[in-house]
T-cell receptor, first 119, second 119 residues
Framework: AQSVTQLDSHVSVSEGTPVLLRCNYS??????LFWYVQHPNKGLQLLLK??????LVKGINGFEAEFKKSETSFHLTKPSAHMSDAAEYFC?????????????????FGQGTILTVHP | DARVTQTPRHKVTEMGQEVTMRCQPI?????VFWYRQTMMQGLELLAY????????DSGMPKDRFSAEMPDATLATLKIQPSEPRDSAVYFC?????????????????FGPGTRLTVT
């Protein structure tokens, strides 16, 4: 079974400083992983996804994530935080279902990390 | 710019009343998901459909909740009778899921949500 753990429920940074949002996963198979962002009173938006083509994945708004199999991690980073980055971020693992099942397509969400950016 | 739409965006109702939430998935997507988000429970999957057929509604209270897809352009979530504990934001998401062997493509596109308040 797959699961995902976001290690921090809240992260607070100053504008212009680096952002690190931590995510660890467990998976019996080679996982597929996403990060979603949710701004206040909005729906979730895909930030980036790991597709096994490259371990360093670039997303929108200057965010990146690096897949590290040895550490079972998929941490989200940004070199310089902006006020508009204040939001909740969700790490997501996608189960790889056996052929013939119907449960594929569901996402397993982490509990979320709220990012606060101070001026 | 294709988007998932949801109506209404906000709903305030009294306990015992019926509530119907509607979702229009992105044209061409074959999978539709209903989620509920609360501060206490986070994001919960209530039900999902593939090619309009319900695949899993185990996350839904069966006695009062029902989800349907009368056609490919409309998904509905009904609560009857509503209770104060149903107060939450309900999200619809859609995606194009072609099979279990390429989970890296199972991204979901979220609507803006329906904020439900039951008094």
């Amino acid at each position: 079974a797959q699961s995902v753990t976001q290690l921090d429920s809240h992260v607070s940074v100053s504008e212009g400083t680096p952002v690190l949002l931590r995510c660890n996963y467990s998976s019996s198979y080679s996982p597929s992983l996403f990060w979603y962002v949710q701004h206040p009173n909005k729906g979730l938006q895909l930030l980036l996804k790991y597709t096994s083509a490259a371990t360093l994945v670039k997303g929108i708004n200057g965010f990146e994530a690096e897949f590290k199999k040895s550490e079972t991690s998929f941490h989200l980073t940004k070199p310089s935080a902006h006020m508009s980055d204040a939001a909740e971020y969700f790490c997501v693992v996608i189960p790889l279902s056996r052929a013939g099942g119907t449960s594929y397509g569901k996402l397993t969400f982490g509990q979320g990390t709220i990012l606060t950016v101070h001026p | 710019d294709a988007r998932v739409t949801q109506t209404p965006r906000h709903k305030v109702t009294e306990m015992g009343q019926e509530v119907t939430m509607r979702c229009q998935p992105i044209l061409g997507h074959n999978t539709v998901f209903w989620y509920r988000q609360t501060m206490m429970q986070g994001l919960e999957l209530l039900a999902y459909f593939r090619n309009r057929a319900p695949l899993d509604d185990s996350g839904m209270p069966k006695d009062r909740f029902s989800a349907e897809m009368p056609d490919a352009t409309l998904a509905t979530l009904k609560i009857q009778p509503s209770e104060p504990r149903d107060s939450a934001v309900y999200f619809c998401a859609s995606g194009l899921v072609l099979g279990p062997t390429a989970p890296q493509y199972h991204e979901q596109y979220f609507g803006p949500g329906t904020r439900l308040t039951v008094t």
